[in-house]
C-alpha cells in the first residue's frame, strides 16, 4: 500500500511542474502574459476532477510561474489566488455536470486578471476590452483544452491511477 501523503505530495509536484514548463514554454510566445493570452497550463485547472493533489498543483505551479516570469507582486499574489480559487471550485463541482468543470477557473481569472491588467500593470486598455480578451484566452486554455484533456484522462486507468490511493 503506497503512503497517501506521499503520493498526494507527489502528484501535486508533478502538476506544479507541468504548469511551470508549459507557461515558460507560452510565455516564449508571449502568450502567458498581457492583455491577450492564452495559458496552456490554464487546462490543467481542469484535473481537481481526478485528484484533489491539483489545487496546491496548479497554485503553486502559477504561483512559480508568475515569480519566474517577472510578474509584479500584485499579480504573484492575486493572479495565483485566482487559479487556486478555480481550482477550488473545480474540485467542487467535479460530482455534477463535468462541463461545469472549467466554469471556476475561466469566472476567477476573468475577474481578478483585468483588474492587475488595469491597476497593477497601468495597462490603457478599458477594463471590460481586457476582461473580454482574458475571458477569451481562458475559455481556450480552460473550456477547450481543459475539456479535451479531461476526455483523454477520463478513463478506468487515470481514475484509478488518480483517485484510488487518495480518497
Request: charged letters at 10%.
Amino acid at each position: 500500500m503506497r503512503n497517501k501523503k506521499v503520493l498526494f505530495i507527489t502528484q501535486g509536484a508533478v502538476i506544479a511542474a507541468i504548469y511551470v514548463v508549459l507557461t515558460y514554454l507560452v510565455n516564449l510566445l508571449g502568450l502567458a502574459n498581457g492583455v491577450i493570452q492564452v495559458r496552456l497550463s490554464e487546462a490543467l485547472t481542469i484535473l481537481p476532477v481526478f485528484t484533489p493533489a491539483a489545487i496546491p498543483g496548479v497554485f503553486i505551479g502559477c504561483l512559480i510561474s508568475n515569480l519566474i516570469n517577472g510578474a509584479v507582486i500584485w499579480d504573484v499574489i492575486f493572479g495565483s489566488l485566482a487559479t487556486l480559487v478555480g481550482a477550488i471550485g473545480t474540485y467542487l463541482l467535479k460530482n455534477r455536470s463535468k462541463w461545469l468543470a472549467p466554469i471556476p477557473p475561466i469566472a476567477a481569472n476573468t475577474i481578478v486578471v483585468p483588474l492587475l491588467l488595469t491597476y497593477a500593470y497601468g495597462v490603457p486598455d478599458a477594463l471590460w476590452f481586457s476582461a473580454l480578451t482574458v475571458c477569451a484566452g481562458e475559455v481556450i486554455s480552460c473550456g477547450i483544452l481543459g475539456m479535451a484533456l479531461y476526455h483523454g484522462l477520463d478513463n478506468k486507468f487515470c481514475r484509478r491511477l488518480f483517485l484510488s490511493e487518495l480518497k
